[in-house]
């Protein structure tokens, strides 16, 4: 098999800007690309690459695209090497594409997760994501300081609805004593938190699994999984809590699918802030994937101008 191969990077401001503890991210860079059999059809895949968080560069993806030839092979597609995440799951899924009819996916059993505002924001934003229908929602800590989060934590618990259920996701910007005093403060309120997300730097591994072992609240793995090689590592050293994967970035769809199918992990799939092109390649496997019914990361509250 052969495709005439194209590309463009695009560029996507987003309606609010992301505040994680990384910082603020503003703008949302991207690759699109073409692939054309010879027959004549078109199909589209995406490289999101998230950089921070572990995978390439986007720097990085758009030299691999330009050093390669106008007609590409499978073979080229499956020797993208490891380094280049992002790459693999944009060149996979294109190819993916020429296979399998749009009208056999299956979203329709998925349940969505909102993303709700950082900060104070989140207390008058909340309700806007309930109407929508959202029952699961995310907000991110590490961000301010703990006694401020943790009041401003506090005032929304007491106004989101019992049947709510709340993800606190650290983007690892938390000390081991901040992580104990969180997990402490959601002990006692354990239905309603679903879990902390990556407390913990990605380089505090056995700390988070002292915790997961410690507490009731669940602990799920982000940053520390944000590619397959690391997801590979982190099941080895005996996590069992839940793991994030962010199909955009962790790498190639066909290697995820083995790893899923002959581990049953607890998993919790999660966007990389991607278009319709990456979003629907990712919820194909997040479809396919998801055995526990725990709601996906890819609320569109979050979108872009
Ligand atoms: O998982 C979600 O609910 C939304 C996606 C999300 O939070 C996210 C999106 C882009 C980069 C990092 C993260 C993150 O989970 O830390
Ligand atoms: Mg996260």
């Given at each position: ?45 995406e490289i999101s690459p998230i950089s921070w968080f572990g995978s390439e560069t ?86 301010d300081e703990i006694s401020k989060e943790l009041n401003i934590f506090n005032s ?150």
């Amino acid at each position: 098999m052969i495709y005439q191969f194209s590309f463009r990077p695009i560029s996507q401001k987003f309606t609010r800007p992301v505040i994680t503890n990384h910082g603020i991210w503003e703008i949302r860079e991207s690759i699109i690309i073409r692939l054309i059999d010879v027959t004549g059809r078109v199909r589209w895949g995406e490289i999101s690459p998230i950089s921070w968080f572990g995978s390439e560069t986007v720097e990085q993806a758009l030299k691999f695209c330009h050093q390669l030839p106008t007609e590409i092979t499978p073979e080229i597609i499956f020797d993208i090497p490891d380094k280049l995440p992002a790459c693999q799951f944009g060149f996979e899924s294109a190819l993916e594409n020429f296979q399998e009819k749009p009208e056999f996916i299956n979203y329709q059993n998925l349940t969505y997760s909102g993303l709700l505002p950082a900060g104070e924001a989140v207390l008058n934003q909340w309700t806007s994501l309930w109407n929508q229908g959202y029952k699961t929602f995310k907000w991110k800590i590490g961000v301010d300081e703990i006694s401020k989060e943790l009041n401003i934590f506090n005032s929304l618990i007491q106004n989101l609805p019992n049947s709510a259920k709340l993800r606190l996701d650290a983007n690892g910007g938390l000390s081991y004593q901040e992580a104990k005093l969180w997990l402490t403060t959601c002990e006692s309120l354990k239905n309603r938190i679903e879990f902390i997300e990556q407390p913990l730097p990605v380089d505090k591994f056995s700390e988070m699994r002292e915790l997961s072992n410690d507490y009731d609240t669940k602990i799920a793995l982000d940053e520390s999984v944000a590619t397959l090689q690391q997801l590979e590592d982190c099941y080895k050293q005996g996590w069992r809590g839940i793991f994030v994967i962010k199909p955009g970035i962790v790498g190639s769809p066909s290697r995820l699918r083995k790893f899923c199918q002959q581990h049953q992990i607890d998993v919790v799939f999660s966007s990389v802030f991607e278009t319709e092109i990456g979003r629907q390649a990712a919820l194909k496997l997040a479809g396919e994937l998801s055995r526990n019914h725990r709601a996906v990361g890819f609320g569109i509250n979050h979108y872009f101008i």
